[in-house]
Structures are given as structure tokens and as C-alpha cells.
């Protein structure tokens, strides 16, 4: 089976420009689940998406945002970037259902803000 | 959700055994105790999951005792290419939480 795949591994932006990220999950899981990950803060829940709904949200502002497509991939949207939205970004597959289902994450968007 | 606590780092030479342990005194019964391994500039990639007692699989083991309060990851003769971050997740699969990960144990190993 093919992996988590996220496009694209690298990104360059300017403060208050917008960019969206895009996850494919592994084949036949619903579940998809976004983080921050940065050297101050570790890695940060950003929201999750089970079957096109958002069942979970982090503690971002209201500028993160995502959606999920009936295929189950999934694209996170950051409007107004900031110098701290510099980060990789990673995206996690899973089943999604029962309490034992591992996460399977892809290598993530390096997102550099200038 | 269950809060976690590992060390900070970890140092060991090649070839012994490793053990990291978790403590995560808040666990409630339905949750499952997943560690998984990041290398720099990747995603966590999963090493192993339990509920209870011991499980194994061909890269680790992980030892859970009977109050399920902490746990153990155990690596068996640690090569250079094991140097990374681990990290240890308690909690169930979304749906009502939102999972968070700890700061996690990075790990290195010396020749």
C-alpha cells in the first residue's frame, strides 16, 4: 500500500499570503488528522476529519483551516500567514474508528514564512 | 486525556538494549498506549501499540504493568540508525479528544 502523501514538501511564502496543503491518505482510511510541528512548541493537533466532518479542532485561530473530500483526502488552508506559521506541517491517516487504530503520517510541508 | 511524561534524552552505546519509559498516571480504561519513532525533517512512523502486559513485534517491545499507569518501549541492541525522537501516545482515536503528543525522548546513540 502506498503511503501518506503530502504535497508539496517545501513551500516559501510571504507574511499575509494564504497557502494550502494537501494530504492523501492510505487507501481505505477515513480518518485525517493535521499537525504543527515547530522546535519551541513540538508537535500541535491542528484539527482531524472522519468521513468529510471535522470531529476535532487544536487550539488555532480561526486563519487554520481544512476539509476533507468524499475520496478522503484532505487540504488544510492557512489565510494571512504569519512569521510563526513557520513550521512543518504533517497529516496522519488511520482507520479512524475503534480505539486501537494507529497513526500513519506523511513527511510533511515545510513551510517557511518570510 | 491522559497527559504524558518522558525524559527529556536519552544517550546509549551501540549494540546494548534500551529501554524508555512513559508515565501517564491519568489513562483511562479504553485508551491504548502507542509509541512511534521521527527522524529529523520526517513524519513519526508507528513502532508499536498495546493495552496491557507485554507485546513484541520485530523492531520493539513494549511492557505495560497491571495499573497501566506507565510504560516501557524496549529496544533490543540499538544500532546509530536508531538515533531519533520518540514519542509515546495515550489515548483513543479522536472522535471526543484531541490527541496530543508529549514532548518525546530523543535518543541517541554513541559508537
Known amino acids: 500500500k502506498a503511503g501518506v502523501t503530502q504535497t508539496p514538501r517545501y513551500l516559501i511564502k510571504t507574511r499575509g499570503q494564504q497557502v494550502t496543503l494537501s494530504c492523501s491518505p492510505i487507501?481505505?482510511?477515513?480518518?485525517v488528522s493535521w499537525y504543527q510541528q515547530t522546535p519551541g512548541q513540538g508537535l500541535q493537533f491542528l484539527f482531524e476529519?472522519?468521513?468529510?466532518?471535522q470531529r476535532n479542532k487544536g487550539n488555532f485561530p480561526g486563519r487554520f483551516s481544512g476539509r476533507q473530500f468524499s475520496n478522503s483526502r484532505s487540504e488544510m488552508n492557512v489565510s494571512t500567514l504569519e512569521l510563526g506559521d513557520s513550521a512543518l506541517y504533517l497529516c496522519?491517516?488511520?482507520w479512524g474508528q475503534g480505539n486501537n487504530s494507529p497513526l500513519h503520517f506523511g513527511n510533511g510541508t515545510r513551510l517557511t514564512v518570510t | 486525556l491522559a497527559k504524558t511524561t518522558q525524559p527529556i534524552s536519552m544517550d546509549s552505546y551501540e549494540g546494548q538494549e534500551v529501554n524508555i519509559t512513559c508515565s501517564h498516571n491519568?489513562?483511562?480504561?479504553?485508551?491504548?498506549i502507542t509509541w512511534y519513532q521521527q527522524f529529523p525533517s520526517q513524519g513519526p512512523r508507528f513502532i508499536i501499540q498495546?493495552?496491557?502486559t507485554k507485546v513484541t513485534n520485530e523492531v520493539a517491545s513494549l511492557f505495560i504493568p497491571a495499573d497501566r499507569k506507565s510504560s516501557t518501549l524496549s529496544l533490543p541492541r540499538v544500532s546509530l540508525s536508531d538515533t531519533a525522537v520518540y514519542y509515546c501516545?495515550?489515548?483513543?482515536?479522536?472522535?471526543?479528544?484531541?490527541?496530543?503528543f508529549g514532548t518525546g525522548t530523543r535518543l541517541t546513540i554513541i559508537p
Open positions: 498495546g493495552y496491557k
Open positions: 501516545l495515550v489515548g483513543t482515536n479522536f472522535g471526543n479528544e484531541k490527541l496530543t
Open positions: 491519568n489513562i483511562a480504561t479504553n485508551d491504548y
Open positions: 487507501s481505505g482510511h477515513r480518518s
Open positions: 476529519y472522519f468521513s468529510e466532518t
Open positions: 496522519a491517516s488511520s
